[in-house]
């Protein structure tokens, strides 16, 4: 996680570089894009590479958001059925059902889970404390063709704030701030953007 959504070479091809001269300052506008885009959609695209476990407050008795997951090896679910921070429970695939289904989302393919929901009588512990942990491989298969388009349109419009009259201070904010001035990066992010319901 961290990687940028688009390549140095790719940026570089975008505005025709061939020397070295601005690798930085075009690395650090891709950083920025990337960094605004996660801010914006409130998720993340990389793929994480390795399982590793996060704690959540289940969303309700039969359902929790997690962050996204894009495969089942390694998968893990537990939850803590006393309220001692220890998760005792663990969950059989039978118990619990992945979505969106068949990773198709307004009939696109390609995406990864982010809910988990109890079947039938299973349900979520409502507790004081975080009642669910999931070991998962955060993240996306996959970089979505449109996320990487918006992470070069906006490294590309930072790296131009170079040139402004007066220069640019702290470069790195401005991938966040201009993306809801950009209609087209808007419209190609609209579909990934979660709502504003946080996971834990």
Known sequence: MGDTYAT???????????????????????????????KYCRRQFN????????????????LALVDDFHTTTGLIVETDTDDDGLFDTTWVNSEYQLEPLNGVRDGLSGWPYWKIRGVDTVRFPNLSRASLRVTARWGWAAVPAPIKES??????????????PFGVAGMGEFGVVRIQDNRRVVTMLAPYRRTATRVA
Request: proline share 2%; glycine share 4%; hydrophobic share 45%.
């Open 47 to 62: 793929d994480a590479g390795a399982a590793s476990s996060r704690v959540y407050n289940p969303t309700a008795s039969n």
């Open 151 to 164: 992470c070069l349109a906006l490294a590309e419009e930072t790296f131009k704030l170079k040139d402004a």
């Open 8 to 38: 140095l070479a790719e940026l570089k091809a975008r505005f025709g570089i061939t020397d070295t001269n601005d690798d930085t300052a075009l690395t650090n506008a891709l950083a920025a894009a990337s960094r605004g885009i996660e």
